[in-house]
């Protein structure tokens, strides 16, 4: 089995910063993409960013400039989110293409959310 935790959620005032953690643990033989992605009530889950196992990353455009994705040799992915806004409210996932084996299949895996409120 693989898990992946959020943590760093919280309670912000506009202007502030948050920075999200999710560490993959488990039955793990390699990870390529990881990603945030991020759901506001009423809304459809919305890509936020995504780093692929070369470093290379994509941003939405609402954050871009404000958000930074990364991830270190500890199959963990970090989302450092500077000058927030009321509209950054959202759950914050974590995903990530994991592959448990080295002849098994891949899948795509996803933690259980971090609650991010910032405040006007």
């Known amino acids: 089995q693989v898990h992946l935790v959020e943590s760093g959620g919280g309670l912000v005032r506009a202007g502030g910063s948050l920075r999200l953690s999710c560490p993959a643990s488990?039955?793990?033989?390699?990870?390529?993409?990881m990603g945030w992605y991020r759901q506001a009530p009423g809304k459809q889950r919305e890509l936020v960013a995504t780093?692929?196992?070369?470093?290379?990353t994509n941003y939405a455009d609402s954050v871009k400039g404000r958000f930074t994705i990364s991830r270190d040799n500890a199959n963990t992915v970090y989302l450092q989110m500077n000058s927030l806004k009321p509209e950054d409210t959202a759950v914050y996932y974590c995903?990530?293409?994991?592959?448990?084996?080295?002849?098994?299949?891949?899948?795509?895996?996803w933690g259980q959310g971090t609650q991010v409120t910032v405040s006007s």
């Open positions: 995903t990530a293409e994991i592959q448990s084996a080295p002849l098994g299949p891949g899948g795509d895996y």
């Open positions: 488990g039955s793990i033989f390699s990870i390529g993409a």
């Open positions: 780093i692929t196992s070369g470093g290379n």
